[in-house]
């Protein structure tokens, strides 16, 4: 499989304290002159373009947290290699910035929402603020980030009675609802042993609507399987990274907010490119790392492993 996305991390703060993540709960956050500069991100997108790198996602933590971060969007949109650049994000400050980042350059946006009530939305993040996620999301289509895609972690005993409304969504909403099996995210959270499989998420959903049938979703180049409920003008997707391996096909590389590179979510290999960089390295020797990285990247993945010290806010989702 050919590596040709790159998911970047720019914070590892955030502004929700989710059950299956806890970063309000964890206080070891990167300190601010390790995070990688504005011109060291474009600095190693634009290598990464060399090597192949087309697709770019900008993660966290929650990245609209990162000041100015329109002013890196227009930056990275404007790499003559780079053909889609997208921002994962929980949505709380979506509606007052869509605007402006789709002026700059963003494609389009995946939004993390657990839960269509409030109450329970409130119990996994630590914070009543649906509201302003349903707005940034309606916001987000207004302004052309699209396809909209709605990320939905399940957790059997919490959230599992949203299932339905999350498939619903998809019939009115020109959206892509996409439930993700629960994977462990650190040390200190959950184990993923009671997760619910997309399987099974499945079958609530036909049993109320009926079989599902093919969707085309574009881009399509990850891992989900996308199918929609008739007469749906969204689709559904699932991403069975739990219940499945698809790590051959496994197409990413991330590079958390203090400039290390990790081949696989849950090898202990990484690459300092940041420390790298600020020792004065030259680009043609820069370049020459990152194509390494891509080359041996399934040579660390490691499936159902859980490194020590592992924190997917400090990796990247």
């Known amino acids: 499989m050919r590596v040709n996305c790159l998911r970047i991390s720019v914070t590892d703060r955030c502004n929700l304290s989710c059950v299956y993540c806890h970063p309000a709960r964890d206080r070891d956050f990167v300190q601010d002159d390790e995070v990688l500069t504005f011109d060291e991100i474009h600095r190693i997108v634009r290598l990464f373009a060399d090597c192949g790198i087309e697709n770019v996602r900008l993660t966290g933590g929650e990245p609209l947290l990162r000041r100015d971060l329109p002013l890196l969007v227009t930056r990275l949109a404007a790499i003559e290699r780079i053909r889609e650049l997208t921002l994962t994000t929980n949505g709380v400050r979506l509606k007052q910035m869509a605007g402006e980042l789709k002026a700059a350059g963003l494609d389009r946006v995946n939004i993390s929402v657990d839960s269509l009530e409030a109450d329970n939305y ?3 993040t630590g914070r009543d603020v649906l509201s302003r996620v349903v707005e940034g999301i ?3 289509l207004e302004v052309g980030l699209q396809p ?4 939905a972690v399940i957790l059997r005993g919490v959230n599992h009675s949203q299932i339905l409304a999350f498939a619903k969504i998809s019939i009115d ?3 892509t609802v996409r439930f993700i099996e629960y994977c462990q995210t650190s040390e ?3 184990a993923a042993d009671d997760y619910v499989p997309c399987r099974e998420i499945r079958s609530v959903i036909e049993r109320a609507y009926g079989p599902l049938s093919r969707a085309t979703v ?3 180049n990850g891992p989900a399987l996308y ?3 008739g007469g749906a003008i969204g689709a559904i997707g699932f991403i069975a990274g739990r219940s499945t391996r698809f790590c051959r096909s496994c197409n990413r590389i991330r590079i958390s907010s203090d400039g290390k590179i990790r081949p696989c979510l849950y090898s202990d290999y990484t690459c300092d490119i940041g420390q790298v960089m600020r020792n004065g390295t030259s680009d043609g020797q820069i370049r020459n790392i990152l194509a390494r990285a891509i080359g041996c990247k399934h040579t660390f993945t490691r499936p159902d492993s859980l490194v020590r010290g592992f924190s997917m ?3 990247g989702g």
């Open 173 to 175: 909403v020109p959206v």
């Open 122 to 124: 409130k119990q996994i």
């Open 227 to 229: 199918l929609k409920i």
């Open 148 to 151: 909209v895609k709605i990320n």
């Open 188 to 190: 200190g959270t959950p």
């Open 218 to 220: 574009r881009p399509s």
């Open 313 to 315: 806010r400090k990796v």
């Open 138 to 140: 309606h916001k987000a």
